[in-house]
C-alpha cells in the first residue's frame, strides 16, 4: 500500500498554546514587533494556477490575515494590491513575499475610513494592473470595553468607519470593474454569532457585514459575481496585542475547542477556496475557520 502523506505535515509547527504577554499601544498594531511574530506563510503550499492571470486587491493586506491571503494568492497566480493603513515595514514584507514566487504586488498607503480613499485605490489598482476579479474586504479594528457605557461615540464612529464602512466604499469602488466570475471576499468574526462582552461595538460591525454579504450577494448575482465571508475565531495577528493587555494575550486563543489560537497561514486556503472557481455555485455564504467553535449560521 503507498502511502499518502499530506504536504500539511511539511507545515510550520502548530500556534503554541500560550503567548508571552505584550502588549502596543496603537492599532492595527506592528507585526515585526511581535513575540514571536505570525506565521503567514506555509512552505509546503503548492499553488495549482487557480487564480492564474488574475488581480486582487487585499484591504489590510500587510499582516496577518491579509499578509497570509496575498501570499497563498500569488502562489496561485494573482497579482496583488495591498491597501495599509501606517505600517510600511509590513507592506514591504508583503510585497516582498509575493514578488519571491513571481508575482506582482502595490502597496497602497490609505486610510478607507475616507471615501475618497477608497476610489483611489481602485484607481491605483485599474491604473497598475488594469482589471480587479477578487476583492478581499479585510481591515479591522477592536478596543475592548468593560461595559457598554464606556464605548465613547469618537470609539463607536471609528470601530463603525473601519470595520464597515471601508467595505462599502471599496466595494462601491470596485464594483463597476468586476464582472462575470470575479469575486468579494468579506472577513467577519466568531464574534458576529457567538458575541463577546467586552467587544459591543467590534462585534456588531462583524454581524453587519455578515448581512452585508448576504445581501450584497443577492444584489451581483445576476452579473455572475460571487459575495462570501470568512469568519475566522482566534488568529494571532497584530490586532491582538494592539488591542489587549499582556495578561489577555498571554491567554489569547486558549477558550475554544482545539485549546490553541490559528496562525494566519492556516485561515488563508478558506480565501483561496472562495476566490477560486472551485467555489462558482457558492454566494452569500461564510466559512468558519475558528478553531472548532460551534455556530449557528
Given at each position: 500500500?503507498?502511502?499518502?502523506?499530506?504536504?500539511y505535515q511539511n507545515?510550520?509547527?502548530?500556534?503554541?498554546?500560550?503567548?508571552?504577554?505584550?502588549?502596543?499601544?496603537?492599532?492595527?498594531?506592528?507585526?515585526?514587533?511581535?513575540?514571536?511574530?505570525?506565521?503567514?506563510?506555509?512552505?509546503?503550499?503548492?499553488?495549482?494556477?487557480?487564480?492564474?492571470?488574475?488581480?486582487?486587491?487585499?484591504?489590510?493586506?500587510?499582516?496577518?490575515i491579509g499578509q497570509?491571503?496575498?501570499?497563498?494568492?500569488?502562489?496561485?497566480?494573482?497579482?496583488?494590491?495591498?491597501?495599509?493603513?501606517?505600517?510600511?515595514?509590513?507592506?514591504?514584507?508583503?510585497?516582498?513575499?509575493?514578488?519571491?514566487?513571481?508575482?506582482?504586488?502595490?502597496?497602497?498607503?490609505?486610510?478607507?475610513?475616507?471615501?475618497?480613499?477608497?476610489?483611489?485605490?481602485?484607481?491605483?489598482?485599474?491604473?497598475?494592473?488594469?482589471?480587479?476579479?477578487?476583492?478581499?474586504?479585510?481591515?479591522?479594528?477592536?478596543?475592548?470595553?468593560?461595559?457598554?457605557?464606556?464605548?465613547?461615540?469618537?470609539?463607536?464612529?471609528?470601530?463603525?468607519?473601519?470595520?464597515?464602512?471601508?467595505?462599502?466604499?471599496?466595494?462601491?469602488?470596485?464594483?463597476?470593474?468586476?464582472?462575470?466570475?470575479?469575486?468579494?471576499?468579506?472577513?467577519?468574526?466568531?464574534?458576529?454569532?457567538?458575541?463577546?462582552?467586552?467587544?459591543?461595538?467590534?462585534?456588531?460591525?462583524?454581524?453587519?457585514?455578515?448581512?452585508?454579504?448576504?445581501?450584497?450577494?443577492?444584489?451581483?448575482?445576476?452579473?455572475?459575481?460571487?459575495?462570501?465571508?470568512?469568519?475566522?475565531?482566534?488568529?494571532?495577528?497584530?490586532?491582538?496585542?494592539?488591542?489587549?493587555?499582556?495578561?489577555?494575550?498571554?491567554?489569547?486563543?486558549?477558550?475554544?475547542?482545539?485549546?490553541?489560537?490559528?496562525?494566519?497561514?492556516?485561515?488563508?486556503?478558506?480565501?483561496?477556496?472562495?476566490?477560486?472557481?472551485?467555489?462558482?455555485?457558492?454566494?452569500?455564504?461564510?466559512?468558519?475557520?475558528?478553531?472548532?467553535?460551534?455556530?449557528?449560521?
Open positions: 500500500m503507498v502511502e499518502i502523506k499530506s504536504s507545515a510550520p509547527a502548530a500556534t503554541p498554546t500560550s503567548f508571552p504577554g505584550q502588549h502596543q499601544e496603537i492599532q492595527p498594531g506592528c507585526q515585526q514587533q511581535m513575540n514571536p511574530q505570525p506565521v503567514t506563510e506555509n512552505p509546503a503550499y503548492c499553488g495549482c494556477g487557480r487564480l492564474k492571470g488574475r488581480t486582487a486587491v487585499i484591504t489590510g493586506g500587510d499582516s496577518g497570509a491571503v496575498a501570499v497563498a494568492f500569488a502562489k496561485e497566480g494573482a497579482d496583488l494590491v495591498i491597501a495599509y493603513l501606517q505600517e510600511r515595514q509590513d507592506a514591504d514584507q508583503t510585497c516582498a513575499m509575493v514578488q519571491a514566487v513571481g508575482r506582482r504586488c502595490t502597496a497602497a498607503q490609505c486610510d478607507l475610513r475616507r471615501e475618497d480613499c477608497a476610489k483611489r485605490l481602485i484607481d491605483q489598482t485599474m491604473s497598475d494592473f488594469g482589471r480587479i476579479d477578487v476583492l478581499v474586504n479585510n481591515i479591522a479594528v477592536q478596543f475592548p470595553q468593560n461595559q457598554l457605557e464606556q464605548i465613547s461615540s469618537e470609539q463607536l464612529k471609528n470601530t463603525f468607519e473601519t470595520n464597515l464602512f471601508s467595505y462599502f466604499y471599496v466595494t462601491q469602488a470596485a464594483l463597476p470593474h468586476m464582472s462575470q466570475g470575479c469575486s468579494i471576499i468579506n472577513t467577519t468574526s466568531v464574534t458576529a454569532y457567538q458575541g463577546s462582552p467586552t467587544l459591543i461595538d467590534y462585534s456588531a460591525t462583524k454581524g453587519a457585514i455578515v448581512s452585508f454579504t448576504r445581501s450584497l450577494s443577492q444584489s451581483v448575482a445576476a452579473k455572475g459575481i460571487r459575495v462570501n465571508a470568512v469568519a475566522p475565531g482566534p488568529v494571532w495577528t497584530p490586532l491582538i496585542p494592539s488591542s489587549f493587555d499582556a495578561q489577555r494575550v498571554s491567554e489569547f486563543g486558549k477558550n475554544v475547542p482545539l485549546g490553541r489560537a490559528a496562525q494566519p497561514f492556516e485561515v488563508a486556503p478558506a480565501y483561496v477556496y472562495l476566490a477560486s472557481d472551485d467555489s462558482a455555485c457558492m454566494t452569500g455564504q461564510v466559512l468558519h475557520v475558528n478553531c472548532g467553535v460551534i455556530t449557528e449560521s
